[in-house]
């Protein structure tokens, strides 16, 4: 081995590796929190979860209409119309997959009765019995929810942890038939990026 045949040698080990341990990092990495927009809306309280076990998937449901929300108009609803600390879910998923922060993260969120103090509440804005949910937003809850999942170390192929809100409050129809039937594609895109 000449001297340009050693350097190349060297060179080649040198890229192996670091091609090894970028493979290695990716093997470990943790699934990035997806973009996620803080509205720092104002609380009138503030209790902290004791415990993260499930997700909870819902729609907005407006009667007769599937029409996009933001998080501050929900938060303003949910505050005036029903009286509650602020907007009930953690999360809102926009007609154009953007993520809107509701309740802060640790809170106790106010979406699914007697379910609270254990989920986190992530609604995706639509009326899905009347309309689909967009495929923006299909990719936002994917991400979002394979984050989480990792965050709360949680199974998410195991049953009642990624569920509709229907699910545990047996008198909704919330998430919407078209969302509903789309829980078991969410459930894979997590398992596949655990
Ligand atoms: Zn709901």
Redesign the pocket.
Known sequence: MDRREFLKAGALGFLGLMLGEAKMIHAEAAYYEPMIYKRFLQFTEYEERKATEFLVI?HTGYPGIDKDSTAAGIHKYHQEANGWAGIGYHYLIRKDGMIEQGRRPNAVGA?AFNHNQTSIGICLAGNFNIGTPTAAQMDSVKELCAWLCQKYELKPMQKGVIVG?KDVNHD?D??GRQLYKRLPEIRQFCEDNR
Do not use: N, Y
Request: proline share 17%.
């Open positions: 819902h979406h809100h909704v919330c998430p």
